[in-house]
């Protein structure tokens, strides 16, 4: 199968380089191919009753964290905020 | 032109107010310093795992059951990937094709008739953070506060066909959250939001026109806004022979318009699936009857029983009952059942509602209480007040409190209802006012305004005008 | 004979016997750090300081006569995508090189609260994917056994520790075989619980509905003491199980005499080398000796495997590492221009290759069109795959196969070819897609002295026969001969 390689990277957020692109392709496609041999086997997707979770308790937790050890491993932080490049025009 | 015909199908997204946020025990709060309400888990960091709040299910399946829905008493959480800085974990954790709640559907009254929409589902969902901007600073700041804050999303069949029917269903919408106690409704803190789908087909068709989907509408005045130039647009459009797109636009109220948000080769793709990081979502069969039992009387029913034991208008019903506050006094009041309903609502949506717009502050919070409005209504309905002197009494209610009986007689505002006290009164008028006697007697009418006028005066006020009255046309009648 | 050859379970009787001190313990094993570590590059991170204020702190408790853990002092490394706070925790990933955790992973308050010394992060595959501990940004990490050789992964550095002596115990974690397979590489004991037995909280999400933390050691034993303690319902967990977990390394005992092994037939094909078949079937044969009972079985959708696992783990792993974006935590690009240039960049960058291989895959499969003609199908093999375990387990107590195909490869002989690589997981994904328990044990040296793994595979959390299983080939064998001589 063809992979839209540009398109499959743009969703995933990743850039590849062009001296690179045709090695990911190349692999890419090689990987689906493996991966395509799955036969379609019966069966339902159906939620199984016996694989339920218990729920947590509404009770809020205060002061568990500084502000600071939070953002401690942040690229860039002002005012307390996280900074980002600008997302309005 | 051609006549069409609007159609608007609705996502309300609510928050709730739950104690905690949805997937951790961080505090459920807004308007607190940015950043401090939040932990490694609403943060998105390496390794961190959600846990379901039972509230929110709770909370939900109460809305479910308000709408009229059924409840998938198994269903999932499923992840809706997408890349934003407000979304730490770069995906959101939602209901895909199993929702907690689906099929039901909402009645409400518009411009006097009853409406109904379909209710296609419910699920719940973790909100975003927000991006902060500032003129002077080259970048956007994220303050995660809002990070799982459970939300329900509420997903209208496109039933809707007038921009007055989609604010009606708001409000209906909105009126329920409250009774039913599982949001705060503050529209200026974004506790409530919708996104707007609107098409437009001829009149008649049965095939629908292609939608354009608008976001960042913020309120039920910009939905109908929006809702008007969108319809306006598309029609515009198809006029000149063009064809709609299916899009997404963002509407920008200031402006009056929406944009495009996407161009149509960056379509999103969420790539949604199963959350892992959670189970099955299995409610008990037993909760679900017990949360439907625990509803309280919900905005329609209280219309149809205003109208019908109290006699209400259709309009005056609707505007109590739609807001709890306003409805929750009415109700108290006739449950001590001293003066008559009509009168009292008249107080709420007159006085009342007038007060409460004025100070925007809640009923709750004023010095008004049921016993102290039965009260007040009482002393006019009997006519120990005037209806202008009981405004006087509300207005020091209001203002500083006390007893309506206390009011009264520390201001002097009881009306003297005596009839031979008002007929001595009467004799010196006439006295001294031959001239308008002969003059009524003359087929002067207006003359007898003019001496019941000057019979109050004499009272300083204080006379039941009603009884002045009765008793200068008896004596004019000699 | 030095402190750091010895196992847990005898060390923990010296430190209570007093025959040496948490403190001497730590040093030895620092030291022995010191010597090896040049060569076998086990480690991201050694936190010599913090190890020896614990070890100085047990010696402390010792002394006051306080009743402690029997793995109190106990020396242990932990896989570098296991959250320490205060602990830097990379992911071997240039992505988190930086990176130091605000919050211990639930394993790790256990491990505090029992008073192990951690020694400190071992490295891995980029984001635990790989099989051979090449994809590590970091450096390579080299077979103890032949330092040519991979030591396998992605827990490699955690193996490779166990056989070096760098540390007496270790945590990987395992989403298709990273625990067994470079244990089997390696020629320690390794195991991968039940899923839903050890919490994931604190672990960095490869695969969640795959990913499990487990333990590697020099015995079994040595494994079912460090299993005991990690294991337990954790609220902050809500896929793991709140259920009685026992004292596996107290209950352990031989349990040869009418144990019924199911041979799967599937995993004895041409793919799997010839030495590994023999040993594997000798190992079973001495089972057999004292009483076992041997029955081939069949487990049809096995060949399915590799392709499910590589669908769904993708898929989630796509997801699981669209977090990682240079807003919160980790690296940023330097320069950039917008915010979906800054996105791209920081993760192009920030990522490996192998990473970014999966990434795509997983975004392909999941995106629109693709879903129900991948995901969903290979949802449906996965259940197939469950119930043929489950049908099998009705018929035998525990399974035996090969954990590896073959021993350990040259470093840079696969990592031009990813399919290759894939295909060293053939025999131990099936446990992850099942969600069951397995260990991986040493059975003998190939031809080139390198060792081969056989593995044990058990029903949903009934760790405690696999681990009984081991114990009895590990008395048969006479105890496993753990550390390498190469070194």
């Known amino acids: 199968m063809k992979i839209d390689i540009k398109h499959v990277a743009k969703l995933s957020r990743l850039r590849i380089e062009d001296d690179k692109l045709e090695k990911f392709e190349k692999d890419m496609e090689s990987i689906v191919n493996m991966v395509d041999k799955l036969p379609d086997v019966e069966g339902t997707l159906d939620l199984n009753p016996k694989d339920t979770m218990t729920l947590r308790e509404d009770k809020a937790v205060t002061d568990k964290f500084k502000r600071e050890e939070l953002l401690k491993n942040a690229p860039e932080v002002q005012a307390g905020c996280l900074v980002v490049p600008k997302t309005v025009e | 032109m051609k006549d069409y015909e609007i159609v608007v199908g609705l996502e309300v997204h609510a928050e709730l107010n739950t104690d905690s946020k949805i997937f951790c025990d961080c505090k459920n709060a807004f308007g607190l310093e940015v950043n401090t309400q939040v932990c490694p888990i609403c943060m998105g960091m390496p390794g961190t795992l959600p846990t379901l709040n039972e509230k929110v299910v709770e909370y939900a399946i109460k809305m479910g059951h308000a709408l009229n829905c059924t409840i998938n008493t198994l269903c999932r959480q499923d992840r809706k990937n997408y890349f934003y800085p407000d979304l730490p974990k770069a995906y959101q954790i939602s209901q895909a094709d199993i929702p907690l709640c689906e099929n039901g559907s909402l009645e409400f009254m518009v411009d006097g008739k009853m409406k109904t929409v379909g209710i296609t589902r419910i699920h719940i969902e973790e909100d975003a953070g927000k991006l902060l901007h500032d003129e002077s600073f080259a970048g956007s700041l994220v303050d995660l506060n809002r990070c799982g804050v459970p939300l329900i999303e509420i997903v209208s069949e496109p039933d809707i066909r007038s921009s007055s029917e989609a604010k009606a269903y708001l409000e209906t919408i909105k009126s329920i959250l409250q009774y039913i106690g599982i949001s705060d409704c503050k529209m200026q803190e974004g506790s409530i939001r919708c996104d707007v789908n609107v098409s437009v087909m001829e009149k008649g068709s049965s095939k629908f026109g292609t939608r354009s989907e608008m976001k960042n509408v913020n309120s039920f005045s910009a939905a109908v806004r929006g809702i008007e130039y969108e319809a306006k647009r598309q029609i515009e459009l198809l006029e000149k022979g063009e064809k709609v797109v299916q899009e997404t636009r963002r509407w920008d109220d200031s402006k009056g318009m929406s944009f495009p948000m996407r161009s149509k080769e960056d379509a999103q793709d969420y790539r949604y699936f199963p959350e892992p990081d959670l189970l099955t979502i299995s409610v008990d069969e037993k909760m679900v009857k017990e949360l439907k039992e625990s509803l309280p009387e919900l905005p329609n029913a209280k219309i149809k029983r205003y109208v019908n034991d109290f006699g209400l208008s259709q309009i005056d019903a609707t505007l109590i009952a739609e807001d709890m506050e306003k409805s929750l006094l009415f109700d108290k009041c006739n449950l001590l059942n001293i003066c008559k309903p009509k009168n009292i609502s008249n107080w709420i949506l007159s006085d009342i509602s007038k007060y409460i717009n004025e100070t925007g502050k809640l009923i709750s919070e004023t010095n008004l209480t049921s016993e102290k409005l039965c009260a007040l209504v009482e002393k006019i309905e009997k006519g120990v007040i005037s209806n202008s002197a009981g405004k006087t009494v509300f207005d020091e209610i209001m203002k500083n409190g006390g007893e309506v009986e206390n009011i009264i007689e520390s201001k002097g505002l009881a009306q003297n209802s005596d009839t031979d006290f008002i007929e001595n009164l009467v004799k010196e008028v006439f006295e001294n006012n031959e001239k308008s006697i002969n003059d009524y007697k003359n087929g002067k009418t207006n003359a007898l305004g003019y001496l019941v006028g000057q019979c109050m005066k004499a009272s300083k006020g204080k006379a039941n005008p009603g009884i002045v009255k009765d008793i200068v046309t008896k004596m004019l009648e000699k | ?487």
């Open chain 3, 1 to 487: 004979m030095r402190l750091y050859e010895k196992t847990a379970s005898e060390l923990s009787e010296m430190l209570k016997n007093k025959e040496c001190s948490a403190v001497e313990l730590c040093n030895d094993v620092l030291a022995r750090i010191n010597e090896t570590e040049n060569t076998i590059g086990a480690y991201v991170t050694v936190a010599e300081d913090s190890a020896k204020e614990n070890a100085q702190k047990i010696d402390k408790l010792i002394a006051s006569g306080e009743s402690l853990h029997p793995l109190a002092g106990i020396p242990i490394g932990i896989k570098d995508n296991i959250s320490t706070k205060g602990i830097r925790t990379t992911c071997s990933s240039k992505m988190l090189e930086n990176y130091v955790p605000p919050f211990d992973a639930a394993v790790i308050n256990k491990i505090n609260d029992a008073g192990m010394t951690v020694l400190g992060k071992m490295n891995m595959d980029e984001f635990a994917m790989g099989s051979s501990t090449e994809t590590s940004y970091m450096h390579l990490t080299r077979n103890p056994h032949n330092t040519e050789c991979v030591p396998g992964g992605s827990s490699g550095g955690s193996a490779a520790a166990i056989a070096s002596g760098e540390a007496i115990l270790t945590l990987g974690s395992d989403t298709g075989g990273s625990i067994r397979q470079p244990a089997a590489l390696c020629g320690v004991v390794g195991m991968k619980p039940t899923y839903g037995s050890v919490s994931r909280y604190g672990l960095v999400a490869f695969a969640s509905s795959l990913d499990q933390i487990g333990p590697l050691g020099k015995s079994v034993k040595d494994v079912a003491m460090l299993q005991s303690l990690i294991c337990g319902h954790d609220r902050y967990d809500a896929t793991s199980k709140n259920i009685e977990y026992p004292d596996y390394a107290a209950a352990l005992k031989e349990n040869a005499k009418g144990l019924k092994i199911g041979i799967p037939k599937e995993y004895f094909g041409e793919g799997i080398d010839s030495q590994v078949k023999e040993s594997v079937m000798n190992a079973v044969k001495e089972l057999e000796s004292q009483g076992a009972v041997i029955k081939e079985i069949s487990l049809p959708s096995t060949e399915y495997a590799i392709n499910t696992y590589y669908i769904i783990a993708s898929a989630e792993a796509s997801s699981n590492l669209a977090r990682f974006d240079g807003v919160k935590y980790g690296y940023r690009t330097a320069e950039y221009d917008g915010l979906v240039d800054m996105y791209e960049k920081t993760r192009s960058e920030g990522f490996g290759d192998e990473v970014k291989r999966r990434i795509m895959l997983g975004t392909f499969v999941l995106s629109s069109g693709y879903f129900d003609a991948y995901y969903k199908k290979a949802k449906r093999v996965q259940n197939k795959i469950s119930q043929e375990f489950s049908e099998a387990f009705k018929e035998c107590d525990i399974i035996a196969t090969p954990t590896v195909p073959a021993s350990a490869f040259k470093i840079g002989e696969n990592i031009g070819d990813p399919i290759k690589m894939y295909y060293n997981d053939v025999c131990t994904v099936t446990v992850n897609i099942a969600g069951l328990p397995a260990i991986s044990l040493p059975c003998g040296k190939d031809s080139l002295g390198m060792p081969m793994g056989l593995q044990l595979i058990g029903d949903k959390f009934n760790e405690q026969a696999i681990l009984n299983t081991a114990y009895t080939y590990e008395k048969i064998c006479g105890g496993f001969d753990v550390l390498s001589k190469a070194l």
